[in-house]
């Protein structure tokens, strides 16, 4: 048997015979790598631990602490879910079970039964007992007819319409115990890691999103290999749901939605516009120092617009529908991206090479369609704001910029108190090149663009194979809130194609056109989805420069109203902000509601205080700071203010 190279993380390269599995070159490193070992990626491609490798490769190897691991782990629970049903529920029928963010569902037709929450522990304690089986997860190539033909002595019509759209050859089986399943993969060894089980909760869902569809049953779960990690994860649940931004926002009067506006829109609050006000003025004063130009773009745009971009072929089906108007086949739409736009403000008028870098930001609202079943609060929404920004420049410029970008993007994060974060290289797919546009001489100066400005910098990050926009490579910043919850924030993209695809172009020092490369940012990414996060990060306690009300007067009694709105006028000329609590409410109360309200400081007036001109000063989470004059308190603020 030949001898093949296997290329590991580290550079190395080690020999193995043909056939090696990913398995055996984790025994070959250690035993208790090998016994940890849930799925390896395979020159960009996720196999399972247990595939053989019959070329050459590049392989990483991977464990509960990878994503990767996880999601490998979390499909295979869908795997063993849907067997413990199949075993319960004898003629059930399946649709899709893929691995989500935090554990895994199952869509599935339950015919003549009719599962509820009362029925999950009994599904949860089926599927532990299947896992300690110690099942294989076997992979089988098939026939196209060969699948068609098992499934359709199944009844499983849904099985036989995903077989549709796949090509034969290319159509695999996983069996596991009494279980067989069509999927792609990849799948765990065996069952035995599966250790302890939770089903989350039922939800209805359209059979492939279509909303004529039948509604199928959606089983959510989640597994861990310890339940001590369960545990932790339940009450990590817990601490999430007191601080679920919807919950909050509601409280803290920052946002609200309305069924007559519709699904998906919000309506920001007084409060809650004035937190979003704050951080765009924050960003615009950052991006002016930079030599960012500030523009406005239309909501709406001209069909074309958006097909010379892209975005129509690849938004269209995810967009409202175009706006007819009066005039005969003219159409609009409402814009999903601000991109179009700014390239439209570029190439109006010639251009020199003397003007670039060309700096244009924009707080612009986008939409897009989303299945109402997706919709989650800020998080998902069907119109929300980017804090956009297209940077036109030369080849030459495109290190240099990208630094800068990366600067401000870290500046941001860390002044929003995401202290923990890293970044991803999302690149190519070395083994599908039809998935990108663009020359590899184009690829290959904008890759190396990015790694060498992270470099440079010394910043912490990831490579994604196959992670990349169609149109360029890009980098994705990925932050840890105070649950220890991943998400993607910010964004910068190194865009060859859009240039070439509004043929917009600068006159060199050669006096000769030339294409601008453009690289696109957004630190903030969605100015929706950044506040959700900040909401649930910080539980409503926000920084104090960013909190819409930083303290409350609470006067004893209404004599002392006027004093109160006395300190309010001079507590506004050094720009303090806040309210008096006017209510006939005992001072008690007006404490316990503040607090509530998340207000930062609460400013106590009575008797004593309005003789001696001072306030009794409490502050949220650390309580009574003691008596201060006014000049004392201002002193105090600004001092908090600055750390």
């Known amino acids: 048997m030949s001898m093949i190279h296997i290329t590991l993380p580290d550079g190395s390269v080690r020999d193995y015979r043909a056939g090696v599995t990913a398995m055996d070159i984790a025994l070959s490193i250690s035993e208790g790598l090998a016994r940890n070992v849930l799925s390896a990626t395979v020159n960009g491609e996720v196999w399972d631990a247990t595939r053989p490798i019959n070329a050459d490769a ?26 413990a049903l199949e075993a319960l529920y004898p003629g059930i029928k399946f649709g899709i079970g893929p691995a989500i963010d935090n554990g895994y569902y199952y869509d599935v037709d339950t015919g003549d039964y009719t599962l509820t929450p009362a029925d999950l522990p009994k599904i949860e304690e089926k599927m ?31 099985k036989l319409e995903l077989l549709e759209d796949l090509e034969d050859g290319s159509i695999t089986f996983y069996t596991q115990g009494n279980f067989t399943d069509l999927c792609k993969g990849p799948h765990i060894p065996d069952t035995s890691p599966i250790k302890a089980v939770k089903l989350m909760n039922l939800a209805g869902a359209y059979w492939r999103g279509d909303e004529k569809r039948k509604q199928m049953t959606r089983i959510y779960g989640i597994t861990f290999p310890k339940q001590k990690e369960l545990t932790e994860y339940l009450e990590l649940l817990e601490e999430a749901k007191k601080r679920d931004h919807r919950k909050l926002g509601a409280e803290l009067e920052l946002f609200m939605f309305s069924d007559k506006v519709g699904q998906g829109l919000p309506i920001w609050l007084p409060k809650g516009t004035q937190l979003r006000e704050r951080l765009q003025n924050f960003l615009r004063a950052e991006q002016e120092k930079q030599g960012y130009q500030m523009v406005v773009t239309p909501h709406i745009g001209g069909k074309s617009l958006y097909v010379t971009s892209g975005h129509y072929a690849k938004y269209g089906a ?68 980017q804090d956009d920004a297209h940077i036109f420049c030369t080849v030459d410029q495109v290190k240099g910029e990208f630094l800068k970008v990366l600067e401000l993007t870290t500046m941001v994060i860390k002044k929003m108190g995401f202290d923990n974060f890293t970044a991803q290289i999302s690149l190519r797919d070395p083994n599908n090149p039809d998935k990108y546009i663009g020359s590899d001489e184009n690829w290959e100066a904008a890759e190396r663009a990015i790694i060498e400005a992270t470099a440079e910098v010394d910043m912490e990050t990831t490579t994604a194979y196959g992670e990349a926009a169609f149109y360029g490579p890009k980098l994705d ?31 060199g020092p050669d006096n000769k056109p030339h294409r601008p490369v453009m690289i696109h940012r957004a630190p903030f990414g969605s100015m929706e989805r950044f506040i959700s996060i900040l909401i649930e990060h910080t539980a409503g306690k926000f920084p104090l420069w960013l909190t819409p009300d930083q303290y409350a007067l609470l006067p004893i009694s ?47 007036v009575g008797d004593k205080e309005a003789e001696n001109n001072t306030v009794s000063v409490r502050r949220q989470g650390q309580g009574d700071l003691g008596a201060m004059t006014l000049e004392a308190f201002i002193a105090h603020f600004q001092e908090a203010l600055e750390q």
């Open 58 to 83: 590049t392989v990483r190897l991977h464990t509960w602490n990878d994503k990767e691991g996880k999601a490998t782990y979390w499909h295979s629970s869908a795997h063993l879910m849907a067997e």
């Open 128 to 158: 532990l007992e299947l896992a300690k089986n110690k099942s294989v997860y076997q992979r089988k190539e098939v026939s196209k007819a060969e699948a068609i033909a098992y499934f359709r002595e199944k009844g499983d019509e849904y």
């Open 318 to 385: 995810d967009s409202f529908q175009p706006i007819h108007t009066p005039k005969e086949g003219e159409e609009f739409l409402l814009k999903p991206m601000n991109c179009p736009h700014h390239c439209e403000i570029y190439g109006h008028r010639p251009r020199s090479y003397r003007e670039l870098p060309l700096r244009i930001g924009e707080f612009g609202t986008v939409y897009r369609y989303e299945q109402s079943g997706e919709l989650h609060g800020l998080s998902r929404v069907r119109g929300f704001t």
């Open 477 to 507: 910043f990925m932050i840890k809130d105070a649950l220890g919850r991943s998400w993607q924030l910010g964004t910068i993209q190194v865009d060859y194609n859009l240039p070439e695809r509004f043929e917009l172009e600068y006159i």
């Open 558 to 604: 209404d004599k002392w109203i006027p004093y109160c709105e006395a300190l309010k006028t001079a507590l506004a000329q050094h720009d303090i902000r806040g309210f008096i609590d006017e209510r006939a409410e005992s001072i008690g109360r007006k404490i316990r509601d503040t607090e509530l309200k998340r207000v930062p400081y609460m400013l106590i």
